[in-house]
């Protein structure tokens, strides 16, 4: 059985930076595509970044590219999502999500079957 357990949300002043992590059991960063999204009230789930099998390429949607940066440790199956320079309009809930695609990784949801629980961040102004 897959899961994915987030922490590390909360809340911080714009400017400020947090990092979310994501612990993997059942299933193995190292061979699959990975990645986080989040989502605000009344909007759909956007795809902020993912990141291969080995970690060599990564991806980012332009709203936060330069900002947050994902990375991963294989050997802890941990994944990561360093964020910096956070504005109010990055509030939402926060989710990883694992992939069985291990090229090209996705950036959309429909790409991802396992999916975390969620984490909040909230940044004030």
């Known amino acids: 059985q897959v899961q994915l357990v987030e922490s590390g949300g909360g809340s911080v002043q714009a400017g400020g930076s947090l990092t979310l992590s994501c612990a993997a059991s059942?299933?193995?960063?190292?061979?699959?595509?990975a990645g986080w999204f989040r989502q605000a009230p009344g909007k759909e789930r956007e795809g902020l970044a993912a990141?291969?099998?080995?970690?060599?390429?990564?991806y980012y949607a332009d709203s936060v590219k330069g900002r947050f940066t994902i990375s991963k440790d294989n050997a802890k199956n941990t994944l990561y999502l360093q964020m910096n320079s956070l504005k109010p309009e990055d509030t939402a809930m926060y989710y990883c999500?694992?992939?069985?695609?291990?090229?090209?990784?996705?950036?959309?949801?429909?790409?991802?079957?396992?999916w975390g629980q969620g984490t909040q961040v909230s940044v004030s102004s």
């Open positions: 999500a694992a992939s069985l695609y291990t090229v090209n990784c996705p950036m959309r949801p429909v790409g991802f079957i396992y």
């Open positions: 990141i291969s099998p080995g970690g060599s390429s990564t």
């Open positions: 059942g299933y193995a960063y190292r061979s699959n595509c």
